[in-house]
DNA sequence: CGAATCGGCAATGTATACATAGCTGACCGA
DNA sequence: TCGGTCAGCTATGTATACATTGCCGATTCG
């Protein structure tokens, strides 16, 4: 009746700013509590899409694959609900949500609400001389994995650089809510990767939302990102619905 | 062991738009399952200061506070944490957070960043003649408030005009996330109401924001509405600072 | 043959039981 | 007297038990 593993650690981690993208890695799973074991392995089945949209599972059933009680799982399965990764119905299970195209410009038209303030706010506080560079050298690379055309390497890159931007914006709530639209976006922005376009606008777009960042321009900043969102947002949805015909699950 | 009550309605609420702020008014408190119950019952004992910051409760404390048993009170004590409004520390119970003027200021932020994107999405979509009315109406009573010095009619009627615009925006989601911020800076704005001079500024800039919105134009709407939020976001910030000295509570 | 109602069943929501971990305070040793 | 360690207690986290609710299917009536 041992509830947890080892649990060497702690759980509580309301640690510091902490730039790391929400991401499926997973490392340390074992040594998480119960609850916080639940919610990422279930989340990280899901953005990776081991539990594919429409999948659905029992409470019952949830808890026997994770080796775990309906307790943790439940309030885990709580708040994928309300990061809306999942759907609820009281007597049918839990379902993966699947994306329709208006949900994914849903998505986007608030992550990108929130990721152009996170930028002005980086760009009010100014960047240090080590953001600075570690920055420019997010660029080089993205500018290097265009020219070989690796465009995995790429995207990686990209979301590194804006989640590096956003981690510097100095606001936790901003950033926390960002993470959570985060997620709804991956999947999506996985399934259409293949598809995308060598993305020299992007590149030039971050070149010069760089250059705002870098002079502590705000409105400049938010004008240039706000830009470069609204293309790349637009570009995104043209592409999905290409790819699945307005109707398709993410 | 009559868990819920009569529970003669639906708590899989996931209705249609809504206009209803997320404000306190606790009617139907009888009706709904437990959990729903404990969550709301307690958000409103934090936002109208029944229970005060500072405020720590053990989970046992609640429950009993509430007839209820753990299991519902945690899960609407997690939920609320995760909204910022109260803290968990694993071995001393649950404290009502206080705001320090920061997180107000983050909060703020957060807030007006999905706002003037609900903004401007009403405006693509356009309003309706209706809405037009009402929203209209709404204004002149606004007005009218101001004239006669109601600074609370004024400030309700405020809450009411942006909620309805931000609930024609047409996206779920960003509504959804607006509530849970509007929640945190509720309680900031109830300490400094009384402290508002009259807010003719912000009728005019309702009035040119109104007109924007009317038009369609989605870009005006955004320009406008950002820059009352800017303003207004700062004032009340100064507001704050003067009345609490930088440290305090709210 | 179709539709409506009733009963059984199973999944969830809630309650409770239980085990662990961390804090408090006391006692012992220096 | 002060500091350190250990033991006990209590709050939480997890597991389990239990009751309700709502669906599905079967049966019966029109």
New interface residues.
Partial sequence: MRPAEPTGSRK?DRGKPRSSRPVPSLQGLTEMAARERAYHDLRYRILTGRLAPGTTLLETELAALLSLSR?PVR?AV??LA?E?LVE???RHGVTVKALSLQ?FG??L??F???E??AFE?TAERGLRIEDVRRLGRMLDEMENATAVGDITRWSELDDEFHSEVVALCG????QT?INA?WGQQYRARLMILPLRPMPVESNDEHRSTFAALQAGDRALTRERHNAHRDRADRQQLDLLRRSLGSNGLA
């Fill in positions: 509580n307790t309030e709580i708040k309300e809306g609820v119905r009281p949900d849903n998505i038209d608030v990108s609400a929130l152009v303030r706010l606001n936790q709530r901003l809510a639209f």
